[in-house]
């Protein structure tokens, strides 16, 4: 099974979501996909639609959860609603959110042992920055990154790992195939063949048939290629042939 997971980020507003998720049923339908789980993460103000869609034929996730169940956090959204609406998946520990909101790989920790026990899928997202990359730290980063995630995690079964170099979000790079293919080797072996692997990173129908060229790859997370439901499935049907 190969997964297509979008991070739609804060470009839909509320109601934009819910005609989103009405273009994105209808495209997988007409897509008829037997191979390819495709998934999409909205924002807060949107994941209630998981509620009202609950026979949909994609995984629906959050951006993000915070790691207390309930309490005085201002502005945070409980594990308690991710259950009671009936998430699939949430993406923890996304780039965007170590860098502009400063999360540790401490706090990512935390949240993934908030999910552990649910039905829900967390989607962990790791990778070097520029400067890591040129100074050939690569190892150090993802092994620091992935055993300090998982520490003291004894449960997990359904976890999925996602390989994003920062310096690729959202600017059209991408790392050689090389590079990749190193990095999928190395978390395979850092977790034991455990949990299928996702590349993200400006991934996009111009570079995807290269990208397919990555061995023991189980799919990717796209950004803005995700926000058009209908090209974001034919980038599933890439999936699908290969």
């Known amino acids: 099974m190969k997964y297509l997971i979008g991070n739609l980020k804060m470009n839909f507003t509320c109601f ?38 609950k026979k949909r034929n994609f995984m629906f996730g959050a951006q993000n959860i915070f790691h207390k169940e309930k309490g005085a956090y201002t502005g945070e959204i409980s594990i308690r609603s ?36 649910t039905k829900i899928c967390p989607i962990l997202c790791i990778g070097e920055n520029l400067e890591e990359f040129q100074n050939n730290r690569l190892e150090e980063v993802l092994t620091k990154q992935i055993n300090s995630a998982l520490k003291d995690i004894t449960t997990l079964s359904h976890l999925i ?12 790079i991408i790392p050689k195939i090389e590079h990749i293919q190193r990095a999928v080797d190395l978390i395979r072996k850092i977790t034991n063949n455990q949990f299928p692997i996702l590349y993200g990173g400006s991934v996009c129908d111009t570079n ?14 796209v950004g803005g290629a995700s ?7 034919n980038l599933a049907k890439e999936l699908e042939v290969k």
């Open 16 to 53: 934009e979501s819910k005609q989103y998720i009405l273009d994105l049923e209808n495209a997988i339908k007409e897509a008829d996909l037997k191979d390819v789980k495709i998934g999409a993460a909205f924002s807060h103000d949107a994941i209630a639609w998981a509620d009202m869609f």
């Open 161 to 172: 790992i996602s390989y994003e170099p920062i310096y690729c979000i959202g600017n059209g």
């Open 82 to 117: 991710a259950i009671e609406l009936g998430l699939d998946f949430i993406l923890i520990g996304h780039s965007e959110r170590r860098q502009l909101f400063n999360e540790t790989d401490e706090l990512i920790n935390e949240k993934i042992k908030k999910i552990e026990n």
């Open 227 to 233: 926000l058009d439901a209908k090209n974001f499935v």
């Open 208 to 221: 995807i048939k290269t990208l397919l060229e990555v061995k023991n790859l189980d799919g990717f997370l």
